[in-house]
C-alpha cells in the first residue's frame, strides 16, 4: 500500500517567489492535512482539507493557501516568499472520521534564499 | 488555545535502562497520537490513544492516556540504541476533524 507521497521533495526559491507543493494521500483517505516543521516553532497546523473543502485553518497569513481536488490529491501555495518560510513542509492523510491514525508523508524541504 | 507541552525536552540514556516521556496538555481531548522522528525525515506513527485508561504496547514502548489529568506517557523498557529519535505527542483539537497541536518534542539519545 503507497504511503502519503510528496512531491518536490527538496527545492530553492527567492525570496518574494511563489511555490506549490504537492501531496498525494494514501488511497481511499479523504482528510488531508498540511503542517509547517522548523527549528524554532517545531510543528504547526497550516489546514486540513476534506471533500475539497477547507475544514481548518491554523494561524498562518494569507500567503499560505491550500486546495484539495476531487481525487483528494492536494497542493498548497505559499506567495510572496520569506525567508522565514524555509522549512520542512509536511502533508499528512487520514480516513474520515476522528481518531483514526494519521499518516505523514516525506515532507519538502524547502529553502527561500 | 490548546497547549500541549513534553519533558524532559531532552534525555540520554544508558542502553537497557527505562525511563517515560510526559505529555500534558491544557484541554479536554480524548485523541492523543504519539510520533517518532529520525533526523531528516518525517513523522513515524506510533500509538492512537482515544479513551481514559487506553494503553498500548509495541516492543519496548509503551503508551497510556488519563484524560481526567490530561497526561499521556510514552514508556520506554530496557532501551536500546535504535530507539535513539524525536519523539512527539499530539492532540486532536477538534471532534470530527484533523487538527493536531504537537508538543515540543522529546530528543532521545540511548548510548550504549
Known amino acids: 500500500k503507497a504511503g502519503v507521497t510528496q512531491t518536490p521533495r527538496y527545492l530553492i526559491k527567492t525570496r518574494g517567489q511563489q511555490v506549490t507543493l504537492s501531496c498525494s494521500p494514501i488511497?481511499?483517505?479523504?482528510?488531508v492535512s498540511w503542517y509547517q516543521q522548523t527549528p524554532g516553532q517545531g510543528l504547526q497546523f497550516l489546514f486540513e482539507?476534506?471533500?475539497?473543502?477547507?475544514?481548518n485553518k491554523g494561524n498562518f497569513p494569507g500567503r499560505f493557501s491550500g486546495r484539495q481536488f476531487s481525487n483528494s490529491r492536494s497542493e498548497m501555495n505559499v506567495s510572496t516568499l520569506e525567508l522565514g518560510d524555509s522549512a520542512l513542509y509536511l502533508c499528512?492523510?487520514?480516513?474520515?472520521?476522528?481518531?483514526?491514525?494519521?499518516?505523514f508523508g516525506e515532507g519538502s524541504w524547502l529553502t527561500v534564499v | 488555545e490548546l497547549k500541549v507541552e513534553q519533558n524532559p525536552l531532552f534525555l540520554s540514556m544508558q542502553e537497557g535502562k527505562n525511563y517515560t516521556i510526559y505529555c500534558n496538555y491544557s484541554?479536554?481531548?480524548?485523541?492523543l497520537y504519539w510520533y517518532r522522528q529520525d533526523p531528516g525525515k518525517s513523522l513515524e506513527s506510533l500509538f492512537v490513544?482515544?479513551?481514559?485508561?487506553a494503553v498500548k504496547q509495541e516492543g519496548r514502548l509503551m503508551a497510556s492516556l488519563d484524560t481526567k489529568a490530561r497526561l499521556s506517557t510514552l514508556h520506554i523498557t530496557a532501551a536500546v540504541h535504535d530507539l535513539s529519535a524525536t519523539y512527539f505527542c499530539?492532540?486532536?483539537?477538534?471532534?470530527?476533524?484533523?487538527?493536531?497541536?504537537f508538543g515540543q518534542g522529546t530528543r532521545l539519545t540511548i548510548n550504549p
Open positions: 482539507y476534506f471533500s475539497e473543502t477547507q475544514r
Open positions: 499530539a492532540v486532536d483539537e477538534i471532534q470530527g476533524a484533523q487538527k493536531l497541536v
Open positions: 499528512a492523510s487520514s480516513r474520515a472520521s476522528s481518531g483514526n491514525t494519521i499518516y
Open positions: 484541554t479536554t481531548s480524548d485523541r
Open positions: 490513544l482515544l479513551s481514559n485508561g
Open positions: 488511497s481511499g483517505h479523504r482528510s
